[in-house]
C-alpha cells in the first residue's frame, strides 16, 4: 500500500540553526498538510498545501516556517530560525481530494525535532 | 470556545471485550468525524470517517456513532485483541472551517490478556 514517507526520522539542531523536514507524499494526492505534535500533547494543523500555494495555515505557522514543493515528488518544511519550543515530532499527511469532502488523510510516521 | 474531549485516562479492558471511547466536542458543527489510531513514534492511521448525516458506521470490528444532538462520538471496537492496544484520536473537519483536521488529545487504550 502506498505511504508517505518522511526523513529524517530525527533532527537535531542547535537554536537559531534553520532546519528543513522532508517529505514525499503518495503519487496521485494532491493535496498536502504539516501537522506537528509536541510530546504528550495532541497533533495541531500546521498548513495546507494545494496546487503550489497554501491553502490554510494556523497561528503557529508565523512567518520563521516555510512550505515549498520543489519538485513532482517531495514537499518540505523549512524552519528559518529554530527555537527552543520548535521541539515536537513534525508529521506529513497527504490527501486525494480535499478533506473537506469527506477524505482521511494519510500520515508519515514523521520527523522527531529536536532542538538544543 | 471551541474544543474536543476525549478522555485523557488510559482505558484498560481484557481481551475479548469490548472497548468503548468518547469524543465530545463543542462550538463545532462538524461536515464529519474521523477516528485514527496512533502507535508510539508513528503517525496517526486512519480508521474510520463517519458524516453528520450518518448515525453509525461500520468496519469489521470497529463501530463508529455519530450524535449530533448530543455533540459526541463514540468508537468501539469489539472482541478487543492486545494488538489494539494504542491511542485513538478522534478528529473533525468542521462545516466552513477549511481544509484541516482538528484533533483530539487522544484516549490511550490497553488490552491485557
Known amino acids: 500500500e502506498p505511504e508517505v514517507t518522511q526523513t529524517p526520522s530525527h533532527q537535531v539542531t542547535q537554536m537559531g540553526q534553520e532546519v528543513i523536514l522532508r517529505c514525499v507524499p503518495i503519487?496521485?494526492?494532491?493535496?498536502f498538510y504539516w501537522y506537528r505534535q509536541i510530546l504528550g500533547q495532541k497533533v495541531e494543523f500546521l498548513v495546507s498545501?494545494?496546487?503550489?500555494?497554501?491553502?490554510?495555515k494556523s497561528e503557529i505557522f508565523d512567518d520563521q516556517f516555510s512550505v515549498e514543493r520543489p519538485d513532482g515528488s517531495n514537499f518540505t518544511l523549512k524552519i528559518r530560525s529554530t527555537k527552543l519550543e520548535d521541539s515536537a515530532m513534525y508529521f506529513c499527511?497527504?490527501?486525494?481530494?480535499?478533506?473537506?469532502?469527506?477524505?482521511?488523510?494519510?500520515f508519515g510516521d514523521g520527523t522527531r525535532l529536536s532542538i538544543l | 470556545s471551541q474544543k474536543i474531549e476525549q478522555n485523557s485516562e488510559a482505558l484498560n479492558i481484557q481481551e475479548g471485550k469490548t472497548a468503548t471511547l468518547t469524543c465530545n466536542y463543542t462550538?463545532?458543527?462538524?461536515?464529519?468525524l474521523q477516528w485514527y489510531r496512533q502507535d508510539p513514534g508513528r503517525g496517526p492511521v486512519f480508521l474510520l470517517l463517519?458524516?453528520?448525516?450518518?448515525k453509525e458506521k461500520r468496519k469489521e470490528r470497529l463501530k463508529v456513532t455519530f450524535d449530533t444532538t448530543l455533540k459526541q462520538s463514540l468508537f468501539h471496537i469489539t472482541a478487543s485483541q492486545p494488538a489494539d492496544s494504542a491511542t485513538y484520536l478522534c478528529?473533525?473537519?468542521?462545516?466552513?472551517?477549511?481544509?484541516?483536521?482538528?484533533f483530539g488529545t487522544g484516549t490511550q487504550l490497553k488490552v491485557e490478556l
Open positions: 499527511a497527504s490527501s486525494e481530494e480535499d478533506i473537506r469532502q469527506g477524505q482521511p488523510q494519510h
Open positions: 503519487s496521485n494526492h494532491l493535496y
Open positions: 498545501f494545494y496546487n503550489n500555494e497554501i491553502s490554510e
Open positions: 462550538n463545532y458543527s462538524p461536515a464529519y
Open positions: 463517519i458524516r453528520e448525516n450518518e
Open positions: 478528529a473533525l473537519c468542521p462545516t466552513g472551517g477549511g481544509n484541516k483536521l482538528t
